[in-house]
């Protein structure tokens, strides 16, 4: 893990060193692709692109499966934090998880480990003066144990909450043999363009397979400091190093699909569930730390949006081609 870590930085700092230039169309190369990447990221998506474009060294294997073992609390445990005037951090150091706050209710996005759940959600919601009976939705992107596995602890400690997955992932929970954190009971399925409302506070569901055959992105609108900020949610964005071809050609599809969505929509933010992925972590004690007049961290611009799912795809694209031997 040594190893893996001084090369990824190693390989952070030298692709960030070569500045940032005007995008245009790749060679279509894995080099190509990667220098595409790199200028796409700018400073606002390295961790992205070191996940997404540098395979692991060999021997090392690929992404780490979520975990039965359960690491120190101090490891993980992060304080919640308001990031905007109806928006909340609820996640861990690593793994994040939301409240966006209606006049009819508050929906959760993201469940955590289930040894991360009650004390970053529930005791969460506490610590920030928010009513856990006021919980309507909690939306699952995707069914994987560091982002659904308090799911069930969840949907049993909530009277009357509805859980949301999309079709495919409700249909590997209900035909699995177990499901990390407990199975929970099927309830509402996802499907592209549906509106989770809680009276002035929606989210609109963009179906992304790729991640998983049912990952779910958002679209959802948040106050900041009583202006209105839009924002992009990726609903899963890390990818194998050895897939087939066609396992690619979706991802990417998806993540232009979103793209445009985010694009038409007008946002301006983008969050996604891994920390790596968007310094979700330290963005969002930054926004609550912030003084009157100072931008929200998450803003990043339609330009920064696009900028990222340009990363995405062009890492993608090098990845296919790595994967073919071409």
């Keep these: ?122 005791d969460g919601l506490k610590k920030l003066g928010l009513d856990t009976n006021k919980v309507k939705y909690v939306i699952l992107s995707h069914a994987h144990g560091d982002h659904d596995g308090g799911a069930k602890m969840l949907q049993d400690a909530i009277p009357g909450v ?36 809680v009276g002035d506070a929606s989210v609109r569901i963009v179906t992304m397979p790729g991640h998983t055959p049912g990952t779910l992105s958002y679209l959802f609108e948040i106050r900041d400091n009583g202006k209105p900020l839009r924002v992009a949610y990726v609903g899963g964005t890390a990818i194998p190093f050895n897939a087939d071809p066609q396992y690619y050609d979706r991802y990417i599809a998806s993540s232009k699909k979103v793209a445009k969505a985010a694009a038409d929509y007008g946002a301006t933010a983008l969050i996604t569930n891994h920390t790596e992925f968007d310094d979700a972590f330290y963005k969002a004690h930054t926004a609550a730390d912030r003084r009157d007049g100072e931008a929200n961290p998450f803003d990043v611009g339609a330009d920064g949006v696009a900028r990222y799912f340009e990363v995405v795809q062009n890492c993608a694209a090098a990845d296919k081609l790595r994967a073919i031997g071409k």
């Design 162 to 197: 509805h859980l949301v997955y999309g079709a495919e992932d409700w249909d590997a929970i209900d035909k699995a043999a177990t499901h990390m954190g407990g199975k929970p009971k099927r309830d509402v399925t996802g499907d592209d363009g549906m509106i989770i409302s």
């Design 1 to 122: 893990m040594k190893s893996r870590t001084l090369a990824t930085l190693s390989a952070t700092i030298n692709l960030a060193i070569g500045g940032i230039a005007q995008a245009q169309t790749p060679s279509p190369t894995v080099d190509g692709y990667i220098t595409a990447a790199k200028v796409a990221a700018g400073t606002d998506w390295a961790g992205t692109l070191v996940r997404m474009c540098i395979p692991p060294l060999p021997g090392a294997g690929g992404p780490p499966l979520p975990s039965r073992t359960i690491p120190a609390r101090e490891t993980w445990y992060a304080e919640p934090a308001k990031v905007a005037d109806n928006f909340y951090f609820l996640g861990t150091k690593i793994h994040s998880a939301w409240a966006l706050v209606g006049s009819q209710g508050i929906i959760i996005i993201e469940a955590l480990f289930d040894y991360a759940a009650k004390d970053e959600i529930l």
